[in-house]
């Protein structure tokens, strides 16, 4: 059986799939890292870059509301509320957001390096939300004393405020450049990860496409016999029986000389 051609031409056609499904298996591999690392960044990093940079701007607003309360400024018509109370809710709001898109991104990453990553990112805005509740209460504490008219207390507060504010925009700044760095070092990863599965596409394609060449080339080996076997049946046709075609071998064709 292994030696007819009908096996042979069979087997040749299977090995040419496995060669295909192979090289079809190690690009899903290979792209597939790629893709969970793209999906992370634009999915993971990049919203917790954005929440985090806007910690940094509500902040900013707190600070200014304060000194122009301090400093007699005009400020923002807020209604009851003070302008800074609002401000501090909205950087809470951030706060909570950016926990948010950490521990998703902790459900997108698939290494032990990103988880990692990710836990000191946690545990930096845990940092941040202690030090903001501190910032906070000193804060609505000046502004109400500013605004009940002890303005002397409050600006003995601002300087305390002032302290605080440093501190945390310090801890904001501190997890931006984190997310940046690992955002940049992950594009990079992504992209030399991209060029080696191009180039392992292109490899396998390659040896694929000679791999199906060199069977064809095995199929019509074995079938060359079959050229002699006709003419000298059509000669056998014609009367001439001088002739003999020396095939050698077990298979159909054999036979049949």
Given at each position: ?257
């Amino acid at each position: 059986m292994f030696a007819s051609i009908r096996f042979r031409i069979i087997a040749a056609f299977l090995a040419g799939m496995l060669v295909m499904l192979a090289a079809i298996g190690v690009l899903v591999v290979q792209y597939r890292g790629v893709s969970q690392s793209q999906e992370l960044i634009t999915n993971g990093y990049l919203p917790l870059a954005k929440t985090v940079a806007r910690l940094t701007t509500w902040q900013a607003r707190i600070d200014n509301d304060v000194r122009r309360l301090l400093g007699d400024e005009a400020r923002p018509g807020t209604g009851a509320r003070s302008a800074a109370a609002i401000y501090a809710d909205e950087l809470k709001e951030q706060l909570d957001t950016a926990r948010i898109h950490a521990t998703s991104s902790q459900r997108i990453a698939q290494r032990s390096e990103e988880q990692a990553v990710l836990n000191k990112v946690l545990i930096q805005l845990k940092r941040i939300d202690q030090l903001f509740a501190d910032y906070r209460t000193e804060a609505a504490r000046i502004v109400d004393l500013a605004e009940s008219g002890e303005r002397d207390a409050a600006e003995v507060g601002g300087t305390r405020l002032l302290e605080l504010s440093t501190e945390l925009g310090d801890e904001i700044e501190t997890l931006s450049r984190q997310i940046d760095g690992r955002i940049a070092q992950l594009t990079d990863e992504t992209e030399a990860a991209r060029l080696r599965a191009t180039a392992i596409a292109g490899g396998l394609s390659f040896v694929a496409f000679l791999f199906a060449f060199v069977l064809l080339g095995l199929v019509l080996y074995a079938l060359r016999p079959i050229g002699r076997l006709t003419d000298q049946v059509q000669r056998l046709a014609a009367g001439d029986y001088s002739g003999r075609v020396e095939v050698r071998g077990a298979d159909e064709i054999s036979g049949l000389a």
